[in-house]
């Protein structure tokens, strides 16, 4: 796909000067830029899940294998009784990116694999959209199990799940994580800062200094897909943020 045909599929209306209708590689696209700070979404509503970092789930010295296996036999939390399996995260496991999400929904319950819904496509097209391959970068949830009937997750379930990702990223080692969605923003950056006043700049998940861009969960993006175009300007502030990296 290329970029124009990507912000299509993203639901990014681009628009082509008139006096240059046969030109499309030079098409203007205007993204407007709107100031987040204050804005109120749904994504917005809810108050913070904490992390409570007394949990003990030690998995620090794990490989790979032995990460995954211990996810998908997980019995930690209540999610475990009505989970049809855990969903541990897919991809590349020396990517550049790492893609945070929330938790898995009912199709990556039955799939076992995170984002292979609606949300999933959305995900997808964005990615390329800045042009990365789902299969390049690694994409995992701050929970492994799905909350039944995709409520919030609670404080005790994060809990459980945070060592999982944590072992995940270390193991990863990526050079920039885009957190999607208040949820994961809020989990992984350890605040209840609106994700309004998240988006569009840095952030740093501090146990390893690793870059962070937080932007709107696709779900969200779906329902509300006026906020894609800020979406379209954190993919692009994560993608100079790596060119700068090097
Ligand atoms: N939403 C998420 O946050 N993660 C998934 O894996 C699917 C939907």
New binding site residues.
């Given amino acids: 796909m290329d970029k124009l045909a990507c912000l299509d599929a993203m639901g990014i209306d681009v628009w082509v000067r008139r006096e240059q209708p046969s030109l499309p590689a030079k098409a203007i696209i205007e993204i407007v830029n709107e100031e987040s700070a204050g804005a109120t979404t749904t994504e917005e509503a809810d108050p913070v899940v904490a992390i409570n970092p007394s949990k003990q789930n030690d998995v620090g010295a794990l490989d790979w294998e032995q990460l995954e296996q211990r996810v998908l036999a997980c019995t930690l939390c209540e999610l475990h009784k009505t989970r049809t399996q855990a969903?541990f995260g897919v991809g590349n496991k020396d990517a550049d990116w790492m893609i945070i999400?929330?938790?898995?929904?009912a199709e990556?319950d039955r799939h076992g694999e995170?984002?292979v819904?609606r949300?999933?496509q959305l995900l997808n097209a964005m990615l390329e959209a800045v042009g990365l391959k789902r299969e390049e970068v690694f994409i995992a949830?701050v929970l492994k199990c799905r909350p039944p009937n995709n409520r919030d997750p609670r404080a005790e379930e994060v809990a459980s799940c945070e060592p999982y990702l944590k072992r995940q990223i270390e193991l990863v080692q990526p050079k920039i994580i885009l957190c999607v969605?208040r949820i994961a923003a809020q989990n992984l950056l350890k605040t209840d800062m609106p994700i309004g006043r998240m988006r569009g700049r840095k952030h740093v998940y501090e146990p390893l200094n690793i870059p962070v861009i937080v932007t709107y969960?696709p779900?969200y993006l779906l329902r509300s897909p006026t906020e894609k175009r800020k979406s379209w300007q954190d993919l692009l502030l994560a993608r100079s943020l790596m060119e700068s990296a090097g």
Avoid: C
């Fill in positions: 969903v999400g929330e938790a898995p929904g990556e995170p984002f819904g949300a999933g949830n969605g969960h779900a």
